[in-house]
């Protein structure tokens, strides 16, 4: 049936008389109105009623008070056969229509009332309660619709490393205060040295669960302790598809466990947190515990005990805002800058006080314009098509000069940057310069951060990296960097042979590709199957194209937990195995730097380190299948070789050091044997 809703006039009529008779039979839970009421509302464009082939069969009664921003409902009112239609979202969205400028709605509905669920389908949430002014003091709850506006706090940045999503198991630990309570897990998040670590967070649906609560004491205490936590509500539209979406994947995992009545509300935290932002919640619910892969697969929660926050706060801090994983299977698409597209780019790198608009499309529109440089002007979008990286880059044989590098908020923003920058340097080697300049005056300040940790300097008006395309000894090496650096006009260095490990790894990462072999860094060989070197390096080649950027920068690989004298730091090379699947494999692909060797159960490795790999949990427990653990290897800065190296090279240049060469699991090479591969796999041919 068509539903029209219309304002009443300020003269009252039909409309209003049939307002009041509907008002009339449902003073039981309305309350009692006199007729001069509804008109004096309607008189100020306070009386909305919904119309059914001209019969009224609902209504909203509101007021807009001089010195509060919000609106205040009084009635919200639908006709008995018409309950079930839709008709008092329509209302409350007329309202939201017509004073948007408003910060929200908010109504009050007496406890006993046990209208809960029709406020929340509604969008609103129960922030508190107040005694009614009744001879029975009835207790009414307060409910909220925010329209969305940002307020003092919305942009305010949190100087915690983690923030956390709770859910209604860990804010009833936290805040009960009886003593045997002092024991109970969330109690965690009372510790000083968490307090400075995290910062704890709710969504609408914490709410909800705080307003079930029945003794009224503990209602209130929960409240309390709400209000000092952060504050989000995302958007109900894009909160409800999510929903829909993780309740899809619960049903292809279990179809008993899609019925259970406790899994739709406990996916309504996972959808909000995923909506919201928020990488982690906190539970200590056994229930919401068993969705955790559903709801890292398709929320990109993680959701974990408290216990497991406090144990490596330092990793989700890490997974937060590093999250390589979050670019697989997504459409991040390159492409150059379009003609006359400066303008579309201004509200999303613009970033400087000194470059404010048509400076900046001015600055962009002139590297096109540049005669004497062919400047190449590449734009990174999402899967959305927004924007979220620029860069303008040239080179001249000698220099590969980033010009413009800037990236938008996104929360991928971080991740972004670093690939972007080892994409910068690989660029560079391609081209055969031995520096990589960034000239950009305004970069973005997460790029400027990463660049300095990513081995570039300041050197004049810019920040200078080199490219030191050796793998030989520490002399040959610091040659190729000091010829560099003569011509840079910088202090010149010198390294000999038997360099420690962790000053040859920094000197490598720094001066990326630079491998120096006759450190002390240790070489091993890790034996892969096919279809793991396609998920992580894309070698062999998958039949259909994924769309992420390209290599993660850092990525974990999984194996079984006996030792072959891991170290870290360490080199590896990456040999491409055969398996049933097919012929393809056996040749060495690649190589990384280790920069992290851990054995600890399945279910441990995964929460720590599922931001940056491709495996799921089930898959790192079929590693350990036996072993009762497995071992991570996280690994970073891979370089696939121009030419892979076949079994028989491998074998013949093995033979020729007369090296043992063993291919059956991981196992330490010599460093003269990893040169040797290396340079093989950067032959020219």
């Not at 940056?612 to 970073?636: I, N, P, Q």
Request: with cysteine; charged share 25%; hydrophobic share 40%.
């Amino acid at each position: 049936m068509s539903i029209t809703v219309v304002t009443v006039p300020e003269s009252g009529g039909r409309l209003l008389d049939a307002a009041v008779a509907l008002g009339n039979l449902h003073t039981k839970t309305l309350g009692l109105l006199t007729p001069q009421a509804y008109l004096q509302s309607a008189e100020v464009g306070g009386l909305l009623v919904a119309l059914a082939a001209d019969e009224v069969v609902g209504y909203a009664l509101f007021g807009l008070p001089k010195r509060k921003h919000y609106v205040r409902l009084t009635h919200l009112c639908v006709a008995d056969e018409h309950r079930g239609e839709g008709i008092a979202r329509q209302l409350i969205d007329a309202i939201r229509a017509g004073h948007g400028n408003r910060l929200g709605i908010r109504a009050k509905c007496r406890r006993n009332y046990d209208l809960s669920g029709m406020w929340a389908s509604l969008g609103f949430v129960p922030p508190g309660e107040s005694v009614g002014r009744g001879h029975d003091r009835e207790t009414l709850d307060t409910w909220w619709l925010d329209f969305g506006h940002p307020d003092l706090f919305t942009d305010m940045q949190s100087d915690a490393l983690l923030i956390l999503g709770v859910d209604h198991s860990v804010l009833e630990g936290i805040a009960d205060r009886s003593p045997e309570a002092e024991s109970r897990e969330p109690r965690i998040f009372k510790a000083a040295w968490l307090e400075d670590e995290t910062e704890l967070a709710y969504t609408p649906q914490l709410m909800l669960d705080i307003r079930s609560v029945t003794a009224d004491t503990v209602r209130n205490q929960q409240r309390s302790e709400v209000a000092r936590m952060r504050k989000f509500a995302p958007a109900a539209e894009a909160v409800a598809e999510r929903h829909r979406e993780l309740m899809d994947g619960v049903r292809a995992q279990s179809a008993d466990l899609s019925m259970q009545p406790h899994t739709g509300p406990l996916l309504q935290y996972v959808a909000e947190a995923s909506c919201a932002g928020l990488h982690v919640l906190t539970t200590c619910n056994p229930d919401l515990l068993a969705l955790a892969d559903v709801a890292r697969e398709i929320g990109r929660v993680k959701v974990v005990r408290p216990a497991v926050v406090a144990l490596h706060v330092d990793e989700l801090r890490q997974a937060q805002v590093y999250r390589p994983a979050d670019l697989l299977g997504t459409a991040f698409t390159t492409g150059q800058v379009a003609a006359d597209a400066e303008g579309e780019l201004t509200a999303f790198f613009d970033q400087s006080e000194s470059e404010k608009g048509s400076a900046f499309e001015d600055r962009l529109r002139a590297f096109e314009q540049d005669d004497s440089v062919v400047w190449r002007r590449e734009l990174l979008r999402d899967g959305e098509g927004r924007p979220v990286a620029l860069y303008v880059w040239a080179h001249d044989g000698r220099t590969l000069t980033v010009a413009m590098l800037r990236t938008a908020e996104h929360p991928l923003e971080q991740t972004l940057t670093r690939q972007l920058l080892f994409l910068l340097k690989n660029l560079g080697r391609e081209c055969g310069v031995e520096t990589v300049r960034i000239t950009d005056p305004f970069p973005s300040p997460a790029a400027a951060e990463a660049a300095g940790l990513d081995g570039f300097f300041s050197q004049g008006n810019g920040l200078t990296a080199l490219l030191v395309d050796v793998c030989g000894t520490a002399r040959e090496v610091s040659a190729t960097a000091n010829r560099i650096n003569n011509r840079l006009k910088v202090p010149s260095v010198a390294f000999g042979a038997g360099l420690q490990t962790e000053i040859a790894s920094a000197v490598e990462r720094a001066w990326w590709p630079a491998k120096i072999i006759d450190s002390d860094i240790p070489c091993f060989i890790v034996p892969i199957e096919p279809r793991w070197s396609a998920e992580l390096f894309n070698v062999p080649a998958p039949l259909a194209p994924r769309g992420e950027l390209g290599i993660s920068r850092e990525h974990v690989y999984y194996r079984s937990p006996g030792r072959r004298g891991e170290s870290v730091p360490a080199r590896l090379l990456w040999y491409v195995s055969q398996d049933s699947s097919g012929p393809q494999g056996k040749m060495a692909i690649g190589c990384s730097r280790l920069d992290e060797v851990l054995i600890d159960t399945p279910d441990a490795l995964h929460s720590q380190f599922e931001h940056l790999g491709v495996y799921g949990r089930a898959e790192v427990r079929a590693v350990a299948r036996g072993h009762g653990a497995a071992m991570a290897l996280r690994f970073s800065d891979t370089e696939l070789f121009p030419a892979a190296v076949t079994l028989g090279r491998l074998k013949a240049l093995a033979g020729d050091l007369e090296q043992p060469l063993s291919l059956m699991s991981l196992s330490k090479i010599s460093s003269k044997l990893y040169q040797a591969v290396y340079e093989e796999g950067h032959r020219k041919t």
